[in-house]
């Protein structure tokens, strides 16, 4: 269940959710990146059911959970617009065509995977799916900068550091990817605890 939040989701009819749940179905090609980007720009842009801070908290608490980390973030925020049902809609609304449409390009491309015309065309989706997952990380990147600005230079090395250094661990080492986000939420979490106290001794 999403975190309680002061920001009040509009409440919409289930044929409603379900037709954006749809269209973000029949939209999501080129991976986990463009299907992030249309989800939070339906649930954050368009919709306002989320703020850009509780749509990367949301992120976040799907990236230390098990299983598909897209399909917990579509149960969240289903969750968040209408309990229960928004959820099943959300759910039903992205797997339905995706997986049609999954279904019905790999009989194809069976029967034309060698054609050179096709080949060209592969080469040329990877550099636009890289160029969605540029944008979704800086759209996703700004409010936390942003709220880190706010807490002071500290917070904002802090978080510098944590970004940089995760990447850093993930490239050059075999380090299992839960204990990089688990650590860094860690430091994360000593670093505010510290801030709190000199703050307070201060005072």
């Not at 002061?6 to 973000?24: D, E, K, V």
């Not at 928004?86 to 491309?109: D, H, Q, R, V």
């Amino acid at each position: 269940m999403p975190i309680p939040d002061s920001h009040a989701a509009p409440r919409l009819s289930a044929w409603r959710q379900l037709r954006i749940w749809l269209n973000i179905g029949l939209q999501s090609f080129g991976g986990g990146a463009a299907t992030l980007y249309l989800i939070r720009r339906e649930a954050v842009e368009r919709h306002g059911w989320l703020s850009d801070q509780e749509y990367a908290r949301y992120w976040g608490i799907c990236q230390i959970a098990p299983g598909i980390n897209i399909l917990g973030l579509v149960i969240l925020i289903g969750w968040q617009v209408s309990g229960a049902v928004g959820a099943a809609l959300a759910l039903a609304g992205l797997l339905l065509p995706s997986a049609a449409i999954t279904i019905m390009l790999t009989a194809m491309y069976s029967r034309i995977e060698q054609a050179p015309l096709v080949q060209a065309a592969l080469r040329g989706v990877l550099p636009a799916t890289v160029g969605l997952g540029l944008l979704l990380a800086v759209g996703m990147l700004r409010p936390i900068l942003s709220a880190s600005r706010k807490e002071g230079r500290a917070s904002l090395a802090v978080t510098w550091a944590l970004l940089l250094g995760s990447a850093l661990v993930v490239a050059l080492t075999s380090a299992p990817v839960v204990a990089v986000l688990w650590g860094s939420g860690g430091l994360a979490a000593l670093a505010n605890w510290q801030r709190v106290a000199r703050k307070r001794r201060a005072s």
